[in-house]
Nanobody, 120 residues
Framework: QVQLVESGGGSVQTGGSLRLSCVAS????????MGWFRQAPGKERTWVAS????????YYADSVKGRFTISRDNAKNTLYLQMITLKPEDTAMYYC?????????????WGQGTQVTVSS
């Protein structure tokens, strides 16, 4: 019943920007901590960022800190990931997820993903 639908992926050149969105349904969104994960071909899925229920607290993996911004609009049941200064190593499938607030990398529900490709 829970559905998370990502959008906004695409292909950009090094240094470019993208904004990913994730629309949630079947969940009490305002009570859900949320996060973004990514997985490159041949690599394990890794945590990128998480945000608290109200959006006041954000957390980032070292690899994206200073370049990515996670945010949310609870009135629209939507999660965002603003990505700037993109690098080829950011190329991956990006997944939206509902996560446990007590353990921000423990996933409760996954979206289907949206592809981000960064070319040099």
């Amino acid at each position: 019943q829970v559905q998370l639908v990502e959008s906004g992926g695409g292909s950009v050149q090094t240094g470019g920007s993208l904004r990913l969105s994730c629309v949630a349904s079947g969940i009490t969104y305002g009570s859900a901590c949320m996060g973004w994960f990514r997985q490159a071909p041949g690599k394990e899925r890794t945590w990128v960022a998480s945000v608290s229920t109200g959006g006041d607290n954000t957390y980032y993996a070292d690899s994206v800190k200073g370049r990515f911004t996670i945010s949310r609009d609870n009135a629209k049941n939507t999660l965002y990931l603003q990505m700037i200064t993109l690098k080829p190593e950011d190329t991956a499938m990006y997944y939206c997820a509902a996560v446990r607030c007590q353990r921000l990398t423990e996933v409760r529900n996954w979206g289907q993903g949206t592809q981000v490709t960064v070319s040099s």
